[in-house]
């Protein structure tokens, strides 16, 4: 039986759903992903919960189950971290759920309504109408697939990133702001992963300059 989402448009609509959701908006490394999905009309799958609320197993299983499945379109939309230091991150968030949703829109065949959903408070902007909702990968099963989705991608591309950039400890952070983190970005400097327009970043990299004049004078006194 499908879940109840407690919002009657989407629990009685007649189509198929669209649902979209994103992973990585609040890191500070790396790059951001959305995932989106469409399904028809009473498609749910037990094993799809919020992303957040599932252990790596189980997104990987899921994964697998979707990347190429028969009945249910999915797709990631991604912009790296460059991308998001050009176009800042509300607008990168914006044009990567735009980019996604329309890839599943045009997946749903024609002459049949899609009901788009999004997790969070969004104004996108497309000609399609789209219903924003709160906790939506929570509720409704194409937003939670779309988090998996998602999150498999971007944690898989973390730990690759994190070989070619060692010592961050991206495989066990993924990007995210922790303390652990932020002292690695201290000691090691910052990579052409780290978003420099977020405030973290930025704050780090500003200390590091700042402290540059200071060690270049250690340095003259080392050498006499």
Not at 88 to 93: C, F, L, Q, Y
Not at 142 to 166: I, N
């Amino acid at each position: 039986m499908r879940r109840k989402t407690g919002h009657a448009r989407v629990d009685g609509h007649p189509g198929w759903v669209v649902g979209a959701d994103e992973v990585g908006w609040g890191c500070m490394a790396g790059p951001l992903a959305v995932g989106a999905v469409a399904a028809p009309t009473g498609w749910d799958d037990e094993r799809v919960r919020d992303s957040k609320q599932m252990t790596e197993a189980e997104r990987e299983a899921v994964w697998s189950a979707y990347s190429e499945h028969p009945e249910v379109f999915t797709t990631v939309c991604r912009y790296e971290a460059w991308e998001v230091d050009k176009m800042g991150p509300a607008t990168a968030r914006r044009m990567a759920f735009c980019n996604a949703l329309a890839a599943a829109i045009a997946a749903v065949p024609d002459e049949v309504p899609a009901l788009v959903v999004v997790d969070g408070l969004l104004e996108l902007g497309l000609d399609h109408p789209v219903i924003s909702l709160p906790k939506a990968d929570m509720d409704v099963p194409e937003c939670a697939l779309a988090s998996v989705m998602a999150k498999v991608w971007r944690d898989r591309e973390l730990v690759k990133l994190g070989k070619e950039f060692p010592g961050y400890g991206w495989a066990e952070n993924k990007g995210y702001v922790t303390p652990e983190h932020k002292a690695k970005l201290r000691e090691l400097g910052p990579t052409p992963q780290h978003r420099r327009s977020y405030k973290p970043v930025a704050d780090i990299v500003k200390e590091l300059e700042d402290d540059q004049p200071q060690r270049l004078w250690e340095m003259m006194d080392e050498d006499g």
